[in-house]
């Protein structure tokens, strides 16, 4: 397939891997590179901007297909030297960077001065055309649907990608419910030049979290994502299970929610620890509606291969038919 996405990327399929904490490290960001899509390596995970440099590295060592990395500008309980970061993601010569969260204008003279294009993560039409303006290459339009933070519009991608194609000049990724051949097919209908997906790498043999994390979203249905933070205007889309329970019913206390009651319960290290231990109420962890679309734990080269074989199908075979009359 050929966007105008796989030609600035330089990748051979319109599938990009999102920045996900804790699970986007080298070895699931090189599986995606390797399978001809685009990996992505998750800044904020490495804990300082040095070991971000090491895990760069780590990453060359295992594709010498192009890489990108997250830079995630969120609130966060500790401060984050952001400015540290960019200046090691562009010391390390790394040409695509993915922002998200807040406004990534500050960051741009460094980036574009390195000739680093930028793909912005934004979850409405009205941030992507900002993206656009203060100088973005290309922007993820992130529907309500996805994992992670999917903003405070509630609007999801049937609406959010032909309303993006009709507006931005810039080309832009499909982002949030993503995760077979018919939504790759939909998303360049809607006119989208390609797909970002996070819940769906999870889900395979090299995403680095325990087997019984990557099972119970096996399991799950499209209806086991819970939405927290609401009461925050910060919403968080993660997988429903007993903490995600307990956090709602904190936030749904009359008055208002105060961060440190939640806090303990949500802690990133306890995250980490989940992912690691496979103890599934051990924390939260962030999984979108696409749960219910994943019945298998493949390999990054057969989810990508199946992925793109089955949008051509779909193009070549099922479209071409209904307009061959
Ligand atoms: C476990 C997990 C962690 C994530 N962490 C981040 C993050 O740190 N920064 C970010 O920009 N997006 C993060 N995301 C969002 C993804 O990059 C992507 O936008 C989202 O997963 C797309 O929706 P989907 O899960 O339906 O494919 C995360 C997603 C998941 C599943």
Redesign the pocket.
């Known amino acids: 397939m050929r966007t105008r996405i796989t030609e600035m990327l330089g990748i051979e399929h319109p599938v990009v891997q999102?920045?996900?904490?804790?699970?986007?490290l080298a070895e699931l960001a090189s599986a995606v590179s390797n399978a001809g899509g685009l990996g992505i390596l998750?800044g904020?995970?490495q804990p300082t901007p040095d070991d971000l440099l090491k895990e760069i590295e780590r990453c060359r060592e295992m594709t010498d297909k192009p890489f990108g990395v997250?830079l995630?500008i969120?609130p966060t309980i500790k401060p984050v030297p952001y400015e540290e970061y960019a200046q090691a993601i562009v010391d390390s010569g790394i040409k695509i960077v993915?922002t998200?969260?807040r406004n990534p204008e500050p960051f741009l003279p460094l980036f574009k001065g390195a000739g680093i294009t930028v793909i912005h993560?934004c979850t409405s039409i009205r941030h992507s055309l900002k993206a656009e303006k203060i100088g973005c290459d290309m922007v993820?339009v992130?529907g309500f649907?996805?994992?992670?933070?999917p903003g405070e519009d509630d609007v999801t991608n049937m609406i959010l990608l032909p309303i993006a194609a009709r507006r931005l000049k810039i080309p832009f990724l499909a982002?949030?419910?993503?995760?077979d051949g018919r939504g790759l097919a939909a998303a360049l209908a809607m006119g989208a030049d390609g797909i970002?997906?996070?819940?769906?790498f999870?889900v395979t043999k090299e995403a680095p979290i325990h087997e019984k994390v990557k099972q119970a979203m096996v399991e799950a249905s499209e209806l086991d994502t819970s939405l927290i933070y609401r009461t925050l205007r910060n919403t968080a889309r993660v997988f429903k299970n007993s903490i995600a329970e307990q956090v709602i019913e904190i936030e749904n206390q009359p008055g208002d929610t105060k961060f440190e009651d939640i806090q303990p319960l949500v802690a990133g290290a306890k995250g980490k620890d989940l992912f690691d231990t496979g103890e599934l109420d051990k924390g939260i962890?962030?999984?979108?509606?696409?749960v219910g679309l994943i019945d298998d734990i493949p390999t990054v080269e057969e989810l990508v291969t199946r992925i793109v074989t089955e949008a051509e199908e779909i193009i070549n075979e099922r479209l071409g038919y209904a307009v061959s009359a």
Do not use: F, I
């Open positions: 999102g920045g996900m904490q804790w699970v986007g998750t904020l995970t997250n995630t969120l993915e998200a969260g993560k993820s992130d649907e996805c994992a992670g933070h982002s949030g419910g993503l995760g970002n997906m996070g819940t769906r999870m962890w962030s999984a979108g509606m696409v």
